[in-house]
């Protein structure tokens, strides 16, 4: 894995870089130490080279109990389900629902509270043998409860409400919220997900490697990754740690009034992958009037839309360009006899040729429009690759919430919504 901010340190002043790198230090040894904010939920540190071998089994034999149904549907909110999503979405063929699938496709439910969107999930799945796996921390939050009593009635309808227990899996809190009460009671398969481990970091857990299972990938490989990305951030000093250097870098474009975080994708498989960045780096760091807000990219499509702006509107940007150096696969462009397209300069080359070139291209435009680029390469889209990369972000994303002094690890202010929506729920009956 690389990182490189293109020389970008030499355009701030030695003494202001000078002080980062003290703190950085003090960060670095705070978040080990357990003295920062927030540390009673930094059980996703160790997470990867403490998981146990056993819950890995039992992982992959609860995803194995879903090979003979066609459809699983994952019912979660924010960190209960964009892990999943992200990692399902970047390894998936991108036109798997019309290939004959080997494991199930993957539905999500429970992000949202449309009455068509639950009807549509409601109408496909009339009649079927489907599973569920339901998803949530606190075990009460609205928008997956309800799409979980929907569905859940459905599949008892569907196949009996006996046959209907197997085909249910709950992961949740050890002991509180209504899930837990419900997946006891009901006598559901249950997967614990750990005091320590907030929901946009629990995509390490059975949160995410449940859904990943099921969807045929590799977990222990997803694992392997985000073990070597764990020893790299635990055993570096701060100048070869590179989600210290990531998080330097975006402290200090954001100190000089560079308020917006484009994680720009050239792949369209990443984009659910800055789904899950924008909500890990978004719920983390905007707090106390404080945060670089996250939007994500997916290149080159959005150079047709935002392009113009990111070109010549505010500049108040920067870019982090998640670069994959080599396809998984190979197109090389025809040569055409007519040529009436005048596009046989580029015949013979690979299709990613020309994409390398809008890669680069891109950055230097932006950066001459004053839009700071950064690189984050991996060599492959494989789980190893993801794998390192959920620890990357997960690292660099406490270090720099620490570098704006805020409690990477809390989300108070989605409260606010949740009092006003249930005042009005029971007010308005
Ligand atoms: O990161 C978080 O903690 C949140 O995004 C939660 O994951 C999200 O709100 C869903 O909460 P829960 O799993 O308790 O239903």
Redesign the pocket.
Known sequence: MKFNNYNLYNKFNSNELQKLNTKAKQIKSDLYAKNGKGSEYTGWVNLPSTINSNLITDINKTAQSFSNVKFVVVI?????YLGAKAVIEGLKNNFSNFIDNKTPHILYAGFNISEDYVYELKQLLTGKDFGIIV???????LE?ALAFRVLKDLLEKNVGTEKSKNRIVAITDKSKGALKKLATQNGYKTFIIPDDV???YSVLTPVGLLPIAIAGFSIQKIINGAVIAENDAKNSDINSDLAMQYAITRNLLYASGKKVEMLVNYNPKLHFFGEWWK?LFG?SEGKDGKGIFPTIGNFTTDLHSMGQYIQEGERHLFETVLSIEKPNNEIVIPLSEANLDSLNYLAGKNVEFANKQAQEGTRIAHENGNIPNLTIEIPVLDEFNIGKLIYFFEIACAYSAYFIDVNPFN?PG?EAYKLKMFELLKNNL
């Open positions: 979660g909110i924010g960190g209960s998803i949530s921390k606190s075990g009460t939050t997956p907030g929901g946009r909500q719920e989300q989605v």
